[in-house]
């Protein structure tokens, strides 16, 4: 028998996602027969905000949209589906799938996704069933990846050290696993499957941890190794530091609190980074997730949502609130934090030997964006190595993808398809390309305020000529672009980072940490691509020339003193 779970007064009445929530019969709601509605290609916007849990939600093209209201036709209605891999990881046989039901179901492309997920787009609401269908039938689903629950748990693909790679990917397995919602919702909608139990009677048991109101917001964690932050730890919700003795996992620092979203104009709003809190072994971590989670859901804002977020929680309540509270729960206190490094965030691009003898080549995925262009056949080359490839995919949180664990027997045969199909570690780009990361955007983002993915790539090709000029082209520099303030791309830790205010115009920010360990702060505000092109020129000459040796773009401008340094989101906007 579970305990009722009983939340303490909220600021305000509940939001309307939290009434949504309590009505769906955990999730289900209408969607059985929404999606069954022959008339409309679209469906209420309840039943939209419950899709989430079960990995989708409803968009349109808005490149479409104007046209479609003068010929007085509905939106252009299209579903987004992520796809859940713990870690990043996937097997040919699954990547073969993901290829086949985005060319089947969708756009023909598929997105990776900076939390290591598979995204797809335009899959019509008619074709919604059988594309969750055969994704399931490969082992991999859409649950949670979305909605008010923990979302995919993001793990260093770390080919360098294979082992511990192996090992820390078996953490993030049972992280995902056991925080997975209980409810049978899913099954029952999309794979057939039968009502299990009648939900409404056994209330809160069907979700010991979650509870019928799951959590106020969406919970993100990720788990990094050591000397490499290419998860951006420190933007998690919950960030897992693993630490090493000797080559061997010795347990994990806990960091609270990261998140990158903002609302432009709210200073109540604000990025986040994660603060460590402690240290535990292996097998406490599961512990430790559940019972972090849980205050969450008990405290966190259930009024309103974009002060929903666990780190407006530890900021309202206090980080030493928080740690009583964690260590009152778990019935016993964490050990101090262990001594750590982080060397850098990026991939590592090309071919690598890792630990286990086995071969790693990591290709340059622009924007994470997997699809064939006329002198590019990306996704076809993709296709072909998946059906000989006897290794694993891992998705990197920087949208690359590693072709993983190739044996020496079957390099040849790998590396040749690789030439024939053209396909690309990014050497004869800029190291800032290589460094670039941007959302999706327009046109099917409903959130986006300006182009960020289709944007990007014009707009480094004629940064790139400035890089030339200044001899800054090998020079790494974590640059990101984002359509909106609510940061999927984590540009708050970009060194020069762009989120959308209006189309073509961008509020800059400059001076994160090359790392991931400082938040970036605004420099201009509502700029366009000439006066971007106008800051930047005299900023890399001046780095070229004036910087310190191995002094990275962020730490410079912040020493020239063209912005001051943020250590905490709180002083975010002063």
């Given at each position: ?9 909220q600021?305000?009445?509940p ?9 769906s ?18 469906i ?6 419950l899709?989430k ?16 209201q003068?010929?007085k ?11 859940r ?18 060319n ?13 997920a ?11 069933k ?9 082992l991999?689903?859409?649950?949670a990846?979305?909605g ?8 260093n ?21 056991y ?30 941890m ?15 190794v050591?000397?490499n ?10 960030g897992?530091?693993?630490?090493l003795?000797e080559?061997?996992?010795?347990g994990f ?8 979203g903002?609302?432009?104009g ?24 559940e019972?972090?989670?849980t205050?969450q ?26 740690v009583n ?10 050990d ?44 076809t ?8 490839h006897?290794?694993d ?7 690359n ?21 053209g ?12 460094s670039?990361?941007a ?11 300006a182009?960020?993915?289709?944007y990007l790539?014009?707009l ?13 082209r ?25 989120i959308?205010?209006a189309?073509?115009k ?8 090359f ?7 605004i ?11 106008e800051?930047?020129k005299?900023?890399?000459f ?19 003193g063209?912005v ?10 002063d």
């Amino acid at each position: 028998m579970t305990t009722k779970i009983i939340l303490p007064p909220q600021p305000g009445p509940p939001s309307d996602v939290e009434r949504i929530k309590s009505e769906s019969d955990y999730l289900r709601g209408s969607l059985v027969n929404t999606m069954e509605y022959p008339i409309s290609s679209g469906i209420p916007d309840d039943d939209n905000r419950l899709m989430k849990f079960h990995g989708s939600y409803l968009q349109d093209d808005r490149d479409l949209r104007n046209e479609r209201q003068r010929q007085k036709l509905e939106p252009a209605y299209q579903f987004m589906v992520r796809v859940r891999a713990p870690g990043g990881v996937a097997t040919p046989e699954q990547w073969l799938v993901m290829d086949r039901v985005a060319n089947k179901y969708g756009n023909g492309t598929l997105k990776l996704t900076t939390r290591q997920a598979f995204q797809m787009h335009g899959i019509l609401k008619w074709n919604m069933k059988n594309n969750i269908q055969e994704i399931n039938d490969s082992l991999m689903d859409t649950l949670a990846a979305c909605g008010d629950v923990n979302r995919n748990v993001m793990c260093n693909p770390n080919p360098y050290q294979s082992d511990i790679h192996t090992e820390v990917y078996g953490w993030a397995q049972k992280l995902s696993d056991y925080l997975s919602p209980r409810t049978t919702a899913y099954h029952e909608i999309w794979l057939d499957g039968e009502k299990v139990v009648d939900s409404q009677e056994t209330d809160e048991e069907i979700e010991p941890m979650y509870g019928a109101l799951y959590l106020p917001r969406k919970f993100k964690i990720g788990v990094a190794v050591p000397p490499n932050n290419d998860i951006d730890v420190f933007s998690q919700d919950l960030g897992l530091i693993a630490i090493l003795d000797e080559g061997k996992l010795t347990g994990f620092n806990i960091a609270v609190g990261g998140g990158m979203g903002m609302t432009h104009g709210d200073t109540k709003t604000y990025p986040q980074l994660a603060r460590v809190i402690g240290f535990c072994t292996p097998d406490q971590i599961i512990e430790v997730a559940e019972k972090i989670i849980t205050i969450q859901r008990d405290y966190g804002d259930r009024s309103v949502r974009k002060y929903a977020r666990f780190k407006y929680t530890i900021d309202a309540r206090g980080l030493d609130w928080i740690v009583n509270e964690l260590q009152e729960r778990l019935g016993w206190e964490l050990d101090a934090a262990r001594e750590y490094q982080f060397e850098h965030n990026g991939d590592r691009y090309g071919w690598v030997k890792g630990s286990n003898d086995k071969w790693h080549y990591t290709l340059f995925i622009q924007n994470g964006r997997i699809k064939d262009q006329d002198d590019y056949p990306l996704m076809t080359g993709l296709r072909e190595i998946a059906k000989i490839h006897t290794g694993d995919f891992r998705l990197s949180p920087n949208q690359n993808l590693i072709i993983s664990n190739v044996s020496s027997q079957q390099k040849n045969i790998v590396e040749e398809l690789i030439e024939k199909h053209g396909l690309t570690d990014g050497q004869h780009h800029s190291a800032l390309r290589r460094s670039s990361m941007a959302c999706v955007a327009f046109p099917t983002c409903g959130l986006a305020m300006a182009e960020a993915e289709r944007y990007l790539p014009s707009l480094l090709d004629k940064i790139e000529l400035i890089l030339d000029e200044s001899g800054l082209r090998e020079k790494e520099i974590v640059i990101r672009m984002s359509g909106c303030p609510n940061g999927c791309s984590r540009p708050a830790l970009g060194e020069i980072a762009f989120i959308g205010k209006a189309p073509g115009k961008y509020n800059m920010y400059l001076g994160a940490g090359f790392v991931g360990d400082r938040l970036n702060k605004i420099y201009r505000e509502n700029v366009g691509e000439e006066e971007i092109l106008e800051l930047l020129k005299p900023l890399f000459f001046q780095y070229a020339k004036e910087r310190q040796e191995g002094e990275h773009f962020g730490d410079f401008v912040i020493r020239a003193g063209h912005v001051k340094a943020v250590q905490s989101g709180l002083d975010f906007h002063d």
